[in-house]
């Protein structure tokens, strides 16, 4: 069954560094997320991204975050200055056709920032 | 009002149990709603969609009553393996495709 992956599925980093997560999603998947869940609260959306561009995003994904494809295959997430605040598990996830379709999730990136 | 509220839990069942999770939701305009469960530390897994009509997957049933802005999930004859959060999530409009996500309700399923 196809899936999606992530990698690094653990990075820590220092405060003020950038990092970048990688995702590949399911390869006829045509939308692509990023959400994050802080430690024992709710997954919550970070941004959307179809046709190369962003479609939509949350009041968190401010100017210290970009997504970009940068392949066929693909889906990254940076963040450019780390916070403390940043510490999260970050899932990316992809859907075949969007709006009213079904979000498959990878295993997850969890950041942690010292 | 939260945007999509769960009792938070946990439920405590014997193995062969039925359980029945519940969940409100703010906004009468969302379009799109899903069972989620996820595992200590792991991702959210699709359990099922939720459809007007409701559904059933094997022992898992879901319902959906727009009227009353309110999802239901039902497992019958749980296993040890039920245990789990299940997550209520809601697509909020229908020009968006982001998911809104409850706290999840936690499930014990004990021998």
């Known amino acids: 069954e196809p899936e999606v992956t992530q990698t690094p599925s653990h990075q820590v980093t220092q405060m003020g560094q950038e990092v970048i997560l990688r995702c590949v999603p399911i390869?006829?998947?045509?939308?692509f997320y990023w959400y994050r869940q802080i430690l024992g609260q709710k997954v919550e959306f970070l941004v959307s991204?179809?046709?190369?561009?962003?479609?939509?995003k949350s009041e968190i994904f401010d100017d210290q975050f970009s997504v970009e494809r940068p392949d066929g295959s693909n889906f990254t997430l940076k963040i450019r200055s780390t916070k403390l605040e940043d510490s999260a598990m970050y899932f990316c996830?992809?859907?075949?056709?969007?709006?009213?379709?079904?979000?498959?999730f990878g295993p997850g990136t969890r950041l942690t920032v010292l | 009002r939260k945007e999509v509220e769960q009792d938070p839990g946990p439920f405590n069942v014997p193995e062969g149990a039925t359980v029945a999770f519940n969940c409100t939701y703010s906004?009468?305009?969302?379009?799109?709603f899903f069972w989620y469960r996820q595992d200590c530390r792991k991702e959210p897994k699709l359990l099922m969609s939720?459809?007007?009509s409701g559904n059933e997957d094997g022992r898992f049933t879901a319902q959906l009553n727009r009227a009353s802005q309110y999802i239901s999930l039902l497992i019958r004859d749980s296993k040890l393996s039920d245990s789990a959060t299940y997550l209520c999530?809601?697509?909020?409009?229908?020009?968006?495709?982001?998911?809104?996500f409850g706290t999840g309700t936690r499930l014990q399923v004990f021998p």
């Open positions: 996830a992809s859907s075949e056709d969007g709006s009213y379709n079904e979000q498959f």
């Open positions: 390869s006829n998947h045509l939308y």
């Open positions: 991204f179809y046709n190369n561009e962003i479609s939509e």
């Open positions: 906004n009468s305009a969302s379009q799109s």
């Open positions: 939720v459809y007007s």
């Open positions: 999530v809601v697509n909020p409009f229908y020009n968006t495709d982001k998911l809104i």
